[in-house]
Nanobody, 122 residues
Framework: QVQLVESGGGSVQAGGSLRLSCAAS????????MGWFRQAPGRKRDGVAA???????SIADSVLGRFTISQDNAKNTLYLQMNSLKPEDTAMYYC?????????????????WGQGTQVTVS
C-alpha cells in the first residue's frame, strides 16, 4: 500500500510558475512508474508527465517545454515544475504510481493515486 500526498497547488497569473510536490509513504524506487495527471471540470483526465521504470520521461505535448518532472529518492518525493502557465493548465493535479505507460497515455491512474492539488491560472 502506497500513500501519496500532493501539495504546492494554488492560484497564479498566466506566465507564472508553480512547483507541485508528491510525498510518497514508501520508497519510490520500488514504485515503478510515477507521474502526474490532471483533470479539469467536464474534461477527461490526462497524463501530464511521468517517470518510467527505466528512468525515461514522458511529457504530454500540451506541456512540453514548460513542465519538468523530477524525483528525489532520498525524500521519496516526486515533483512537477510548471513554468509559463496558461489558463488552460487550470485543473486538479494528481500524483499516481504503479501504472503502465499506456495507462498514463489514456489518463488512467493505475494502482495508487493521491487526493489532488488544485492549480488555477488566470
Amino acid at each position: 500500500q502506497v500513500q501519496l500526498v500532493e501539495s504546492g497547488g494554488g492560484s497564479v497569473q498566466a506566465g507564472g510558475s508553480l512547483r507541485l510536490s508528491c510525498a510518497a509513504s514508501s520508497d519510490i524506487n520500488d514504485s515503478g512508474c510515477m507521474g502526474w495527471f490532471r483533470q479539469a471540470p467536464g474534461r477527461k483526465r490526462d497524463g501530464v508527465a511521468a517517470i518510467l521504470r527505466d528512468g525515461g520521461v514522458s511529457i504530454a505535448d500540451s506541456v512540453l517545454g514548460r513542465f519538468t518532472i523530477s524525483q528525489d529518492n532520498a525524500k521519496n518525493t516526486l515533483y512537477l515544475q510548471m513554468n509559463s502557465l496558461k489558463p488552460e493548465d487550470t485543473a486538479m493535479y494528481y500524483c499516481a504510481t504503479d501504472f503502465l505507460l499506456n495507462q498514463w497515455e489514456g489518463g488512467h491512474f493505475g494502482t495508487y493515486w493521491g487526493q489532488g492539488t488544485q492549480v488555477t491560472v488566470s
